[in-house]
């Protein structure tokens, strides 16, 4: 069983890990493309926690549970991206901080993960871990820890499902899993380290009541704009994102060939295979 | 840790979220529960609110509820695979309206107002059952964590598992309640009030029985919004084991028949939903609608008044939510909130159109669960007319029509029925 601990018992204070999350829009088809930008219109578009974020989330807080510490959710969001830092603490996220400026608008992966990392830097320059969902599930680029570790200059691994830390020495030991190869990979590295949790590991605990209460009628989740955090103007928002999307086409469904053959069950079995075989479909 | 309300409504829909709205912006210091990712996210309704509430209530709902159009027209058909009658009516005039919304939205609307009043809404959290210490309701349970508060008022919807849970409730019978289930299809504006024959924020409300729940007990509805329309099928659960295919498949069937066909191409199956329905009336209430520390509101206190043609849940809801804010406020005055001082939300009820109208309709629900009405009726009307209009030269009677088109049912059923009807509903 894991060790409770609220961080004070703990010799070396526990762990600080890091949970950057995303404002994620739930039903990408029903949300409109700029015909300008090609960028999403998120203008009015309910927004709800990237789900794989919660996946590390909970990963972040197995890890705190057994060797003490804090786990800290932060979100470069609109105003509204409160809500769902609050379901974090209601999750157990020790705190919370909303990174939100007009001058952060329009970012592509590049201008976020500098924003993270150096909102990071900044807040938290003692942190030991980072853990990201793998993806998105509204954009899925899965660019943003290996991008924020090249901020920071520190290695990173993605698919982690699990970690164990030796607190003393600061060495962590982190498996992870490749699902097309099906195989588990262990990696031992020294603190701080980025994660990226594969998304159908670590199942995300219940959201607590009293928590989410406490999150709401307290203001936990904190609010940083530009003036705290001082970025470079031309390495955020839009100014600082250079990514271009150039073209967006619609994927047009491939034509089904709609082939009838009427008769005996053998013959027809016969056709289907002799068909199968001459368009590639399967191979003897 | 603030664990400690005057008032916990459990569940954020119109009734709770009413109650919620009224405590809060008279001072009280109030939880709302919702199970949902927000309020809104887990209710579901046919199409339309009427309005007569929202005019007391929130009189400002005009200029800012997300209304979709306002309701001028109605539409009652009795239907068959190939053959189909309609009542159609419309009116110019605009008062003591309804309109189509979506509920969803109508609700995070509400949601909004509960919070700004002062209420506390937390989503994402599924209430468990009632805290009852010495016969008294003192509080909720989700999960490990337990709240407290002077009084609960459980707003749960009709599928009143907390009240289950806490002894408070028996196990929902399927005499009492219909499942629905629910596509909404975008269409442009302009196709919709063309085949619709409407102009711009007119709406249509439609009722269909026969075919489309192959002839049980229940019937079909369609809404119009601005740029999309919603259709749906509610099946009497009693009858429900009668059924020869899955209700989604009924949906379907219903999509595809030549009435609504036509209707509905070229549009895209944006959602679909499924929920009960409360159909018995007061025959769906629970044993008490209030006790020590609790009151019962809106869908699971069996509030919705279904005759058939008119369906009206919300105007309930909101109402009871009302009213048992107003109970809540003399009894805070009171200084107690047992039984017998929250009695004063029976009264209340009594003297409102919420039990006024449900006891008038009382025995609704019997008259309208007789599967003649769906079946050897709906079949009858459209094979005499179909008779009628069809002239091949022999002469044809309204009357001889009519008695050659009601084959097994005698003329007293026809009569004994007939007058169930006029009289009850």
């Known amino acids: 069983m894991h060790i409770k601990s609220n961080g004070s018992s703990n010799i070396m204070g526990g762990l600080t890990i890091i949970v950057p999350v995303k404002a994620a829009v739930p039903n990408v088809t029903a949300v409109r493309l700029d015909p300008v930008t090609h960028n999403l219109v998120r203008e009015g578009v309910p927004l709800m926690l990237n789900p794989y974020d919660r996946n590390a989330l909970e990963f972040a807080l197995r890890l705190r549970d057994r060797y003490g510490g804090k786990v800290i959710t932060m979100s470069m969001a ?15 996220a020790d705190e919370a901080y909303l990174i939100t400026d007009r001058a952060f608008a329009g970012a592509d992966t590049l201008a976020t993960s500098y924003t993270i990392a150096k909102s990071i830097q900044k807040l938290f320059p003692n942190f030991d871990i980072i853990v990201f969902g793998e993806e998105t599930t509204d954009s899925a680029t899965a660019h943003m ?51 990226s949790v594969y998304k159908n590991s670590n199942p995300p605990r219940d959201i607590s009541l009293v928590r989410k209460i406490n999150a709401k009628v307290n203001g936990l989740v904190k609010t940083i704009d530009n003036n705290v955090l001082k970025l470079e103007r031309e390495c955020i928002g839009l100014r600082g994102s250079p990514t271009m999307v150039t073209k967006i086409e619609d994927a047009k469904p491939i034509e089904r060939k709609r082939q009838l053959f009427k008769g005996d069950p053998k013959e027809a079995a016969r056709w289907l295979l002799e068909n199968l075989i001459k368009e590639g479909v399967i191979r003897l | ?106 609700v995070e609307w509400l949601g909004k107002k509960a919070e700004s009043a002062g209420a506390v809404v937390v ?3 599924p209430v468990d059952s009632l805290v009852i210490k010495d016969g008294r309701v003192v509080g909720v349970r989700a999960g490990n964590d337990e709240v407290y508060s002077d009084v609960v008022v459980v707003a749960e919807g009709i599928n009143r598992l907390v009240l289950e849970r806490s002894g408070l409730a028996p196990k929902l019978s399927p005499d009492i309640v219909a499942l629905g289930v629910k596509e909404v299809i975008k269409l442009d504006k ?29 019937g079909a509805f369609i809404y119009t ?77 069996g509030f919705l008044l279904h005759l058939g043609i008119i369906i009206r849940g919300v105007d309930f ?7 048992a804010a107003e109970a809540i406020i003399k009894a805070h005055d009171v200084g107690r909130y047992d039984a017998e001082t929250l009695s004063i939300y029976g009264k209340m009820l009594e003297e409102s159109f919420v039990l006024r109208e449900l006891r008038t309709f009382r025995n609704a629900h019997k008259v309208l669960m007789e599967p003649r009405l769906y079946d050897d009726y709906v079949k009858l009307i459209n094979k005499a007319l179909a008779r009628y209009f069809d002239v091949d030269g022999t002469p044809r009677r309204l009357g001889s029509t009519l008695l050659e088109a009601k084959g097994n049912i005698t003329l007293l059923d026809l009569a004994r029925d007939a007058i169930r009807v006029v009289m009850n509903l």
């Open chain 1, 78 to 92: 609109p105003p509204s991206g409160k809500d769902f830092l609050e379901s974090t603490i209601g999750m157990g």
């Open chain 1, 145 to 195: 820890p290996a991008q924020v570790a090249s901020w920071l200059g520190l290695p990173y691994v993605y698919y982690a499902i699990e970690a164990e830390v030796k607190l003393e020495d600061r060495v962590i030991r982190v498996t992870r899993y490749l699902e097309d190869e099906g195989v588990y990979e262990t990696y031992e590295y020294r603190l701080p380290i980025i994660l």
């Open chain 2, 1 to 106: 840790m603030s664990t400690r309300f005057d008032v916990i409504v459990v569940g954020a829909g119109p009734a709770g979220l009413t109650a919620a709205q009224q405590l809060a912006s008279r001072g009280f210091k109030v939880l709302v529960i919702e199970r949902g990712k927000k309020p809104g996210s887990k209710n579901v309704f046919g199409g339309r609110i009427y309005a007569h509430v929202l005019d007391r209530l929130y009189p400002e709902y005009v200029k800012e509820a997300p209304v979709e159009r306002w309701v001028r027209r109605e539409r009652v058909t009795f239907m068959t695979e190939d053959a189909w009658t309609t009542v159609d009516f419309e009116t110019t005039k605009t008062e003591h309206r309804s309109f189509t919304t979506y509920l969803t939205n109508f």
């Open chain 2, 123 to 125: 989503s994402e959290v």
């Open chain 2, 190 to 218: 302009n196709t919709i009030n063309e085949r619709f024959g409407l102009d711009e924020d007119e709406g249509l409300a439609w009722v269909l029985a026969g075919y489309p729940t192959h002839y049980l007990p229940g």
């Open chain 2, 225 to 301: 919004n601005k740029e999309a329309i919603t259709l749906g099928i509610v099946l009497y659960l009693k009858y429900g084991y009668q059924l020869d295919i899955p209700i989604y498949e009924l949906i379907e069937e219903f999509r595809l028949h030549p009435l609504v066909k036509r209707l509905v191409k070229g549009g895209q199956l944006l959602e679909y939903s499924a929920h009960l329905t409360p159909v018995a009336g007061l025959n769906a209430s629970p044993p008490n609608l209030y006790g020590n520390g609790y009151l019962v509101v809106g869908d699971a206190a």
């Open chain 2, 317 to 323: 809801a909101m109402e009871s939510g009302r009213l």
